[in-house]
């Protein structure tokens, strides 16, 4: 059973920290990983791909992935309010399918 | 940029009624998906499709069935809505097998009496 690990949080943060949010896989083969942002009543929307070990930055956000490890995280640096929502994990496994961890509520505190 | 839209925002049903979901994606993407999301459980997905008149089932399709006519198009449906299907359902198409980035609708919120 494949499976993908996220803390439910919540995840209190200060505006302006930065924000970690952490992912476990179970399937070394697996080969492309994601992280939405969910807000609350709203659908989920792609904010960071990463398909290679390293760290990808995108604006304020790092994804950082450690294949070895099966650990996949993401980084919001000066964290706003906005930012406040659930965040999704993502997994694509070699059998195409993605399989969604529970999500990390995040909360910034302003 | 890639638009997946889905028919209702709400919806209320009787148990017993026959409910249709419709969803479609203007990218011309293969790939289109049925999750349903409720608290504590995640996103669970319920079918899913790489070709027109071509469907798979998810981990939890009993009680639901699908449709692919039309490339752009994946309905799903609800043979005998119970209240157990009571959720969120979320739509999302990519546009090749192999982990492509999934695009999701806005959602249909369901509430089954």
């Known amino acids: 059973q494949k499976e993908v690990e996220q803390n439910s949080g919540p995840l209190s943060v200060p505006e302006g920290a930065i924000a970690s949010l952490n992912c476990t896989y179970s399937?070394?083969?697996?080969?492309?990983f994601f992280w939405y942002r969910q807000y609350s009543g709203k659908s989920p929307e792609l904010i960071m791909s990463i398909y290679s070990n390293g760290d990808k930055e995108d604006g304020r956000f790092t994804a950082q992935l450690n294949k070895a490890s099966q650990y996949v995280s993401l980084l919001i640096r000066d964290s706003q309010p906005s930012d406040s929502a659930t965040y999704l994990c993502?997994?694509?496994?070699?059998?195409?399918?993605?399989?969604f961890g529970k999500g990390t509520r995040l909360h910034i505190l302003p | 940029d890639v638009k997946v839209t889905q028919s209702s925002r709400y919806l209320v049903k009787r148990t017993g009624e026959k409910v249709f979901l419709e969803c479609v994606q203007d990218?011309?993407?293969?790939?289109m998906f049925w999750y349903r999301q409720d608290p504590g459980l995640g996103l669970r997905l319920i079918y899913f499709s790489y070709d027109v008149k071509m469907k798979e089932k998810g981990d939890i399709p009993e009680g639901y069935s699908v449709s692919r006519e039309k490339k752009e198009r994946f309905s799903l449906i609800l043979e005998s809505a119970s209240t157990n299907q009571t959720s969120m359902y979320l739509c999302?198409?990519?546009?090749?097998?192999?982990?492509?980035?999934?695009?999701f609708g806005p959602g249909t919120r369901l509430l089954v009496l």
């Open positions: 993502a997994v694509a496994f070699l059998v195409d399918k993605i399989i």
């Open positions: 399937d070394r083969g697996s080969q492309s």
């Open positions: 999302a198409s990519s546009p090749q097998s192999g982990g492509e980035t999934q695009y």
């Open positions: 990218m011309d993407h293969e790939n």
